[in-house]
């Protein structure tokens, strides 16, 4: 069943709030985990962390929960510096990858535990706790017991459990990892909903770029403890700052090559002379690679000129996968491998491996990047 989230008065107790990481470093021994992290996070935003495993996205979330210390740095919420309170004082709400509920609870105790840790009157923690139950759709189930529900059902009783005290700022820790495929599509739009809703700052970390994208409003790309970029999906990956957020974020094709000067202008020189027009700003001589989208390439069956804006490009067909609205080729192009994704309709018949094809490359869409 898919559960829709509905308005309750207990957005009327919360308020947004940025979250601002001013110069944090963050050892273990000798080894430093959070390499000058600065970021500015939006009042109300749906914000990630997003990158492998080991990037440190998660201990800079822990950071902000108040279960890590940085050695240098600030963390401010609403204006106001947290980075020496405990964890209890910070007002955020944690949602952890386990979900972590007390299983001899029922789903209503389990909701009610943290507002009963801070003395909250009892007529108030049932109000609260009914809010929040309605909001995530548990309210029917709420005398059953985490053993009894599914695993949707258990993430939702974990937000509720930390939405009910009313945190300032709501942190995620890869909350759709223990559900099956089907079930992270629909709980991610549930999430989004709920983020809405109640207009929470949301800071949601993740491995997978597709979360991410489809329910963030910018994202935090990390590695090795370092902020490649921040941006919105769409500016990350069509204007992707070095190689690494180009390859995190979708399928990129990376290419070696030259830059030289030629009338003027500079351009990329690929094995067998084929040269592609860069941007100004790109020097001779200077160290890169040349990155574009499998999208970005376009089969030709004609051998026509290419076409306007477009740079002829031609190899052979290694290699292919039906991925059903599309088919996505590997072509050897000069000793070098691009990937080309061709739009699929039924009856379409399928190029077969070794088969001599020409692309047309649209040149503005190429990126040429430094690392």
Same mark, same amino acid.
């Given at each position: 069943?898919?559960?829709?989230?509905?308005?309750?008065?207990?957005?009327?107790?919360?308020?947004?709030?940025?979250?601002?990481?001013?110069?944090?470093?963050?050892?273990?021994?000798?080894?430093?985990?959070?390499?000058?992290? !600065?970021?500015?996070?939006?009042?109300?935003?749906?914000f990630?962390?997003?990158?492998?495993?080991?990037?440190?996205k998660?201990?800079?979330?822990?950071?902000?929960?108040?279960?890590?210390?940085? %050695?240098?740095?600030?963390?401010?919420?609403?204006?106001?510096?947290?980075?020496?309170?405990?964890? !209890?004082?910070?007002?955020?709400?944690?949602?952890?990858?386990?979900?972590?509920?007390?299983?001899?609870?029922?789903?209503?105790?389990?909701?009610?535990?943290?507002?009963?840790?801070?003395r909250?009157?009892?007529?108030?923690?049932?109000?609260?706790?009914?809010?929040?139950?309605?909001?995530?759709?548990?309210?029917?189930?709420?005398?059953?017991?985490?053993?009894?529900?599914?695993?949707?059902?258990? %993430?939702?009783?974990?937000?509720?459990?930390?939405?009910?005290?009313?945190?300032?700022?709501?942190?995620l820790?890869?909350?759709?990892?223990?559900?099956?495929?089907?079930?992270?599509?629909?709980?991610?739009?549930?999430?989004?909903?709920?983020?809405?809703?109640?207009?929470?700052?949301?800071?949601?970390?993740?491995?997978?770029?597709?979360?991410?994208?489809?329910?963030?409003?910018?994202?935090?790309?990390?590695?090795?403890?370092?902020?490649? %970029?921040?941006?919105?999906?769409?500016?990350?990956?069509?204007?992707?700052?070095?190689l690494?957020?180009?390859?995190?974020?979708?399928?990129?094709?990376?290419?070696?090559?030259?830059?030289?000067?030629?009338?003027?202008?500079?351009?990329?020189?690929?094995?067998?002379?084929?040269?592609?027009?860069?941007?100004?700003?790109?020097?001779?001589g200077?160290?890169?690679?040349?990155?574009?989208?499998?999208?970005?390439?376009?089969?030709?069956?004609?051998?026509?000129?290419?076409?306007?804006?477009?740079?002829?490009?031609?190899?052979?067909?290694? !290699?292919?996968?039906?991925?059903?609205?599309?088919?996505?080729?590997?072509?050897?192009?000069?000793?070098?491998?691009?990937?080309?994704?061709?739009?699929?309709?039924?009856?379409?018949?399928?190029?077969?491996?070794?088969?001599?094809?020409?692309?047309d490359?649209?040149?503005?869409?190429?990126?040429?990047?430094?690392?």
């Open positions: 069943m898919n559960h829709q989230f509905s308005p309750t008065s207990l957005a009327a107790g919360m308020e947004s709030v940025g979250v601002r990481i001013d110069g944090v470093d963050l050892s273990y021994g000798s080894h430093r985990v959070l390499k000058d992290i !600065h970021l500015d996070i939006k009042p109300g935003e749906f990630a962390f997003l990158g492998p495993s080991g990037c440190g998660t201990t800079l979330l822990r950071l902000i929960a108040g279960f890590n210390t940085a %050695q240098r740095g600030a963390v401010t919420i609403g204006g106001r510096d947290i980075s020496g309170l405990p964890a !209890h004082k910070r007002d955020v709400g944690m949602v952890f990858q386990s979900y972590a509920l007390w299983p001899h609870m029922t789903v209503r105790r389990n909701v009610a535990f943290g507002l009963e840790e801070r909250v009157p009892r007529a108030e923690i049932e109000r609260r706790v009914d809010a929040a139950l309605d909001l995530v759709g548990l309210k029917h189930l709420a005398d059953r017991r985490p053993s009894q529900l599914s695993g949707g059902q258990q %993430q939702r009783v974990a937000l509720a459990r930390t939405i009910v005290i009313e945190p300032k700022v709501l942190l820790d890869e909350p759709l990892s223990n559900l099956d495929a089907k079930l992270r599509v629909q709980m991610r739009q549930e999430l989004l909903s709920l983020q809405r809703k109640l207009g929470l700052t949301t800071i949601f970390v993740t491995h997978d770029q597709e979360e991410a994208n489809t329910i963030c409003d910018r994202i935090a790309v990390m590695e090795d403890g370092i902020v490649q %970029q921040v941006g919105t999906p769409q500016e990350l990956y069509d204007h992707p700052a070095n690494f957020v180009a390859g995190f974020l979708g399928t990129a094709n990376v290419l070696e090559g030259q830059v030289r000067a030629v009338d003027g202008g500079t351009v990329f020189v690929m094995g067998g002379g084929v040269a592609i027009p860069l941007p100004r700003g790109v020097e001779p200077a160290e890169g690679k040349l990155m574009f989208r499998p999208q970005n390439l376009f089969i030709r069956q004609d051998g026509g000129e290419p076409r306007d804006g477009h740079v002829r490009l031609v190899g052979v067909v290694r !290699h292919r996968e039906f991925l059903g609205a599309s088919i996505r080729y590997a072509v050897d192009i000069g000793g070098q491998q691009v990937q080309v994704d061709a739009p699929h309709q039924a009856g379409d018949a399928l190029l077969p491996t070794d088969t001599p094809i020409t692309l490359l649209a040149a503005d869409k190429a990126r040429f990047l430094r690392r």
